[in-house]
């Protein structure tokens, strides 16, 4: 994925998020978000925690979401706008991906397949074998394949899979939105 595609897909990201805040405070002024990080599903809530507690809400995370409330008699308005920034901000690996190209999504495989999952087994970390139906590049929609399945199914503790991605990074630097 070349830069040019790389911004073109966070600026599509970022303009579908600000619509709805858009619509409902036509007088809000949008942030200029200079940099949004891909990060994996399950990393997700996570950052978003940890970028709303920064901004001053309470926040917890979730299965695959978050929660959040205002601390602080931040108005509504204000309560979207930091919303939008964290969500800009941290840009889940799915949302990505479904901007992406078949050839795109066969690549990411490709890497998932023979960078990813070896990297994890030489590091002692469970990883399941592409299933067969995923042979033909189909790595789309729900339940598709990920090498960190087992790690995420084994609850590794945070330090723990720190130390696997930045060993093993579920993301190729080709595909971080960060990376412009």
Request: glycine share 4%.
């Amino acid at each position: 994925m070349s830069p040019l595609e790389r911004t073109q897909i966070r600026d599509g990201i970022l303009n579908e998020a600000w619509q709805p805040l858009k619509q409902a405070y036509p007088e809000a002024f949008r942030p200029d978000i200079r940099v949004t990080t891909t990060v994996p599903d399950a990393d997700w809530p996570d950052r978003m925690v940890a970028c709303l507690k920064e901004r001053g809400y309470q926040a917890v995370a979730l299965p695959n979401d978050y929660a959040f409330t205002s601390t602080q008699g931040q108005t509504y308005l204000q309560y979207s706008v930091d919303g939008y920034i964290c969500n800009a901000t941290w840009v889940r690996q799915s949302v990505v991906e479904r901007r992406m190209t078949a050839p795109q999504r066969g690549a990411l495989l490709q890497y998932q397949r023979t960078v990813v999952r070896p990297c994890l087994l030489l590091a002692g970390a469970r990883s399941k074998d592409t299933p067969d139906r995923f042979a033909a590049g189909a790595i789309t929609g729900r339940g598709r394949w990920n090498p960190y399945d087992d790690v995420q199914r084994a609850d590794p503790n945070p330090r723990a899979l720190a130390y696997l991605e930045e060993r093993c990074p579920p993301i190729p630097v080709w595909m971080n939105t960060a990376n412009l």
